[in-house]
């Protein structure tokens, strides 16, 4: 089971990114999937999830109304359109998978499936 992130990168206050997490050896379908991100200095937090068995959406306050999460069946794959950058967005992005697709708990603690992260620098 694997997960890969991608579309990080170094933009300025304001851009845009899209990042991508792709699975491999198991769907999508069955699993919820978190992005989190963590800072230098600072805690790895839940900021966006898509629980496919109810069809909602989670956002922390933080990234709410800025960043879209979205998943593409066919690919496998689940996207975070993130607008609006802020300095503050700069963090390793991570997805992470649990195999549970009704519910989005935010501690880490919750998912056994972990990508390498991608790099997102914002620079005011």
């Known amino acids: 089971l694997q997960l890969v992130e991608s579309g990080g990168g170094s933009v300025p206050s304001g851009d845009s990114l899209r990042l991508s997490c792709v699975a491999s050896?198991?769907?999508?379908?069955?699993?919820?999937v978190m992005w989190f991100r963590q800072a230098p200095g600072r805690e790895r937090e839940g900021i966006s999830c898509?629980?496919?068995?109810?069809?909602?959406?989670f956002y922390a306050d933080s990234v709410k109304g800025r960043f879209t999460i979205s998943k593409d069946r066919a690919k496998n794959t689940v996207y975070l359109q993130m607008n609006s950058l802020k300095t503050d967005d700069t963090a390793v992005y991570y997805c992470?998978?649990?195999?549970?697709?009704?519910?989005?708990?935010?501690?880490?603690?919750?998912?056994?499936?972990w990508g390498q992260g991608t790099q997102v620098t914002v620079s005011s």
């Open positions: 992470a998978a649990r195999s549970d697709r009704y519910s989005c708990p935010t501690k880490r603690q919750y998912y056994n499936h």
């Open positions: 050896g198991f769907s999508l379908d069955y699993y919820g």
């Open positions: 898509f629980a496919i068995g109810t069809g909602q959406s």
